[in-house]
């Protein structure tokens, strides 16, 4: 029975999601009933530049947007909030095949945030998380190479909005 439960196990480990390195400053991190969104901050990163995607203010647009749609939907955006989130984003499109010159299909991101809730001048909370990715698991991950749209990006963009959003408390 224990021989059998190990590979169901790393297999439940591997299928499970995305790798990440995450650090948590515990030590000033107070909650704080409502945030208005300060600034988000994207470093886009890619090997080769293709106009069909999202330009880097293409997608800071699209992640503020989303942002407050997110933390309005759980409760933690005010306009007018006294505590403010300033957000930095290093993301790294990747191509599918680009080891080989191929430029026309996206897979999944890497991507890496941190982010700061301020209020009068304190940090209140931090976090900062690396090395992130969306799994979409072997079936899932075949469809990366019909990614050839601006829209086929939203996805990515998607989940690292609601993943932000649930981490600010």
């Known amino acids: ?68 749609a997110e933390l309005s939907k759980e409760g933690k955006y005010q306009t007018n909030a006294k505590a403010s989130v300033n957000i930095n984003i290093d993301y790294r499109r990747i191509y599918s095949g680009e080891a080989f010159g191929m430029q026309k299909s996206i897979g999944s991101p890497e991507i890496a945030y941190s982010y700061k809730v301020i209020s009068d001048n304190k940090i209140l909370q931090q976090n900062e998380e690396k090395e992130l990715f969306v799994n ?12 050839t749209e601006k829209e086929d990006e939203n996805m990515y963009i998607d989940a690292l909005c609601r993943h932000i959003a649930q981490k600010i408390y």
């Not at 979409?136 to 990614?147: K, M, P, S």
């Open 1 to 68: 029975m224990k021989k059998s439960l190990l590979p169901l196990l790393l297999i439940a480990g591997l299928a499970s999601g995305c790798a990440t390195t995450s650090t948590l400053s515990t030590k000033d991190n107070v909650s704080v009933a409502k945030v208005k969104l300060d600034s988000v901050n994207v470093n886009l990163n890619q090997k080769y530049d293709n106009p069909v995607f999202y330009s880097q203010a293409d997608i800071e647009q699209y992640l503020s947007k989303c942002l407050v």
């Open 136 to 147: 979409a698991g072997l079936l899932g991950n075949f469809n990366y190479v019909g990614n």
